[in-house]
């Protein structure tokens, strides 16, 4: 099993432009989040899908959108990035308490906005 | 808001070791807490999960405990190596019908050879 995949791994973008964070899923999980980590801040939760078919804001969800596309797929849209939003975005994804509710997290996508 | 303090920030030991990392949080109305381990350049991997009836969790050489009411958790690690290098996050599951994670900011930990 691949787990949790994110792509692209590396992104650079200019001021202004838009781009879509791409992450899958293959252990067949409800519930699936996008996190930014930058120095000093920790990890905080953008938005989340707590199962297919809804999503809700975290504690930073400005400048974002989310598609729950189906169960495997949750993206993460920029639709004019900023300079603010260079950070390390982190893909996760849960099955649920039957599981003891862990979370299993990508490798990430490094942004970076000129 | 549930918020989530890890002290030390950096911790720098000798090999053989034995270390605790702390961690505390604010709001005791909890569902579970996770200790994840992050290397550099890499994503998070969870190493330990205590749920709020549990008071600890062990896997091999690392030892979770949860003291709930006091709103603290540790993460011992016995026999410290060259390995275990790496940041240490904690992070406090909770949310009535929408659980999310809260995390701490990591602690930074450094095994010298």
């Known amino acids: 099993n691949a787990g949790v995949t994110q792509t692209p791994k590396f992104q650079v973008l200019k001021t202004g432009q838009s781009m879509t964070l791409q992450c899958a899923q293959d252990?067949?999980?409800?519930?699936m989040y996008w996190y930014r980590q930058d120095p000093g801040m920790g990890l905080r939760l953008i938005y989340y899908?707590?199962?297919?078919?809804?999503?809700d804001k975290g504690e930073v969800p400005n400048g974002y959108n989310v598609s729950r596309l189906n169960k495997r797929e949750f993206s993460l849209r920029l639709e004019s990035a900023a300079p603010s939003q260079t950070s390390v975005y982190f893909c996760?994804?849960?099955?649920?308490?039957?599981?003891?509710?862990?979370?299993?997290f990508g490798a990430g996508t490094r942004l970076s906005v000129l | 808001k549930q918020e989530v303090t890890q002290i030390p920030a950096a911790l720098s030991v000798p090999e053989g070791e034995n270390l605790v990392l702390n961690c505390s949080f604010t709001?005791?109305?909890?569902?579970?807490l996770q200790w994840f381990r992050q290397d550099p350049g890499k994503g998070l991997t969870s190493l330990l999960l205590i749920q709020s009836s549990q008071r600890e969790q062990t896997s091999g050489r690392l030892n979770a405990s949860l003291d709930k009411s006091s709103g603290r958790s540790t993460l011992y690690i016995a026999a410290s190596q060259p390995g275990d290098s790496a940041t240490y996050l904690c992070?406090?599951?909770?949310?009535?019908?929408?659980?999310?994670?809260?995390f701490g900011k990591g602690t930074k930990l450094s095994v010298i050879p």
């Open positions: 996760a994804s849960r099955r649920g308490p039957d599981s003891g509710n862990i979370q299993y």
């Open positions: 992070a406090v599951g909770s949310g009535a019908g929408s659980y999310q994670l809260t």
């Open positions: 709001d005791s109305a909890i569902y579970n």
């Open positions: 899908s707590a199962s297919e078919g809804t999503t």
């Open positions: 252990m067949n999980h409800n519930s």
